[in-house]
């Protein structure tokens, strides 16, 4: 049941709550179905009810609001972004788009204002993939792009997704409920971080994406032979872990060759894991996103074929599964326009900016016509517990998606 509070708090007390919700004590870790997802979508969800929102959960743990427009057979404008976190993570990444968003409808409520088209503001489950290795598991349900042979995928502990949806008390044969069509729908807005230096470079609180970078993800598994640290001479192995580590330097070498793109290897394991036994197998992660989509393809060809030469002179197999894969997508030149006219109204300037980082709207253009906006973050940290975005930048966001919705047509 959810629980209704009368007042809702004010930005930052809701950014404190939910950053409470916290698999760790240190940073935030709050992932797809666990226990802190449910805390999360019922306060949420009662922050939603507190601003005369009709609240509903999706069948993928999505926590959807709907405020009724003036005209209730007008396609809905939603406004969202995702309440799950990376390992580690600060208070503001998606966090902040969804507690604007909920602020702005408050702004309205209280005013007993109402737009001539619905709003419904969208609390994704899963942006991050944290958990399962795949990212918008929320927005690709309401996109009704989900992709159902990620259900057998496992977590950490050897839990499969199928088994997590059940726990969380969702039907996993039921996840295309969660998708939209697209006439109810007239755009999906997002405001979120920039989690880059940039806007901070230009001294403005905010900007509008005009596309968002493509990304593929793989893990890599090396198999060597495990063996006695003390008795192998080097020559005669076949160590794991060392042909992994000139596969990460390749990462790094090709991705920095080209514009705009960008190389990560942000998790390694090796087994057997003893420090007198010769690594016998590694899993390592490869990271590549770039803004041009022939770009990025061309980075991944030249990466997994360096790589298979690598391990081949090492004598060690390689096997690359590929986890993600995203497209670049460009946001939509009519919302672009109006988040144009709604920075100028705001007086603040309307600068545009590409994004580095995928977001939930590149799953939702799927569906709809998107446009982002992105607030200044502090030094441009984000997956970083350092995250900050300071009070005056968090009001302009508010003014910003206001005067949005103001202006929309
Ligand atoms: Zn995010």
Redo the contacts with the bound molecule.
Sequence with gaps: MIMTSSTLPNTSEMIARLAELSESSSGITRQFLSPQHREANRLVGSWMETVGMRVREDSIGNIIGRYEGLETDLPAVIIG??LDTVVNAGKF??ILGVVLAIQCISALYKEKKRCRFPIEVIGFAD??GTRFQSTYLGSKAVAGTFDFTTLSRIDAHGISMQDALLSFGLDPDKIQNAARKANDISAYIEL?IEQGPVLEKEDIPAGIVTEIAGAVRFQVTITGTAGHAGTVPIDLRKDALVSACECILSVEEIASKYPKTVGTVGQITVTPGASNVIPGETVFTVDLRAADNEIRQKVEHELISKMRRLCQKRQTKISIKKVHEASSVTCSPRIIKQLQNAFTKGKYKPYCLPSG?G?DAAAMADLTDVGMIFIRCKEGISHNPAESVSEPDMQAGLDILLEFLSVYD
Excluded: N, Q, R
């Design positions: 972004s995702h990444d998606g942006e991050e979120h980082a977001h």
